[in-house]
């Protein structure tokens, strides 16, 4: 069965560090999307990405996040200067047509900011 | 803009027995998707049912199915014949058609041998 794929597993930084996470989406899907759970909470959407550019972001997504797709299958988030309130699970999703068809998740990059 | 609220933070249920997860939601429009996902401790989010706004049929996938009414805006999750395995916490969601997902707070589920 087909499966987002995301790196790493757990990750420790530093405030005010950069931390990039890695997604491999379903190779046939057009849609991406990050969303984001502190501990303990709903899972909250980050920002959407099609066509090769931002379909839509949150509030959450301000000027220290971004996102790109480099090599046409990996789907990075970028934080450029980590704060506490950053510490999260962050999840990669992909569909092929948006909310009409299945989001697969991938199993989550645990984000520690020390 | 889209709201999904779960009233319930936690539920228990009995293994064997039959369990409701209550959700409702609020959207202006007429075309959308609602979700339940399973997320157990592992923290992965699985998708358990779909639904789409225009069936009138309500969704079935084994022991879980949903009670959608679209005009009081509800959308619950019976699991039927509950398992240890269905431990997990749930969560409903919402979506347009090609939008990112709206997640309620979650029902933690606790299944009782």
């Known amino acids: 069965e087909p499966e987002v794929t995301q790196t790493p597993s757990h990750q420790v930084t530093q405030m005010g560090q950069e931390v990039i996470l890695r997604c491999v989406p379903i190779?046939?899907?057009?849609?991406f999307y990050w969303y984001r759970q502190i501990l303990g909470q709903k899972v909250e959407f980050l920002v959407s990405?099609?066509?090769?550019?931002?379909?839509?972001k949150s509030e959450i997504f301000d000027d220290q996040f971004s996102v790109e797709r480099p090599d046409g299958s990996n789907f990075t988030l970028k934080i450029r200067s980590t704060k506490l309130e950053d510490s999260a699970m962050y999840f990669c999703?992909?569909?092929?047509?948006?909310?009409?068809?299945?989001?697969?998740f991938g199993q989550g990059t645990r984000l520690t900011v020390v | 803009a889209q709201t999904v609220t779960q009233s319930q933070p936690e539920m228990s249920v009995q293994e064997a027995e039959t369990v409701t997860l209550s959700c409702t939601y609020d959207t202006s429009e007429s075309d959308y998707y609602l979700f339940w996902y399973k997320q157990p401790p592992s923290r992965q989010m699985i998708l358990v049912i779909r639904?789409?706004?225009?069936?009138?049929q309500n969704a079935t996938e084994n022991r879980f199915s949903v009670n959608f009414q679209k005009a009081a805006k509800s959308f619950s999750l019976k699991i039927s014949d509950s398992q240890l395995g269905d431990a997990a916490m749930y969560f409903c969601a919402s979506g347009l058609n090609t939008d990112k997902l709206i997640f309620g707070t979650g029902t933690r589920l606790q299944v009782f041998p």
């Open positions: 990405f099609y066509n090769n550019e931002i379909s839509e």
């Open positions: 999703a992909s569909t092929m047509r948006g909310s009409s068809t299945e989001a697969f």
């Open positions: 639904q789409e706004a225009y069936k009138q």
């Open positions: 190779s046939n899907h057009l849609y």
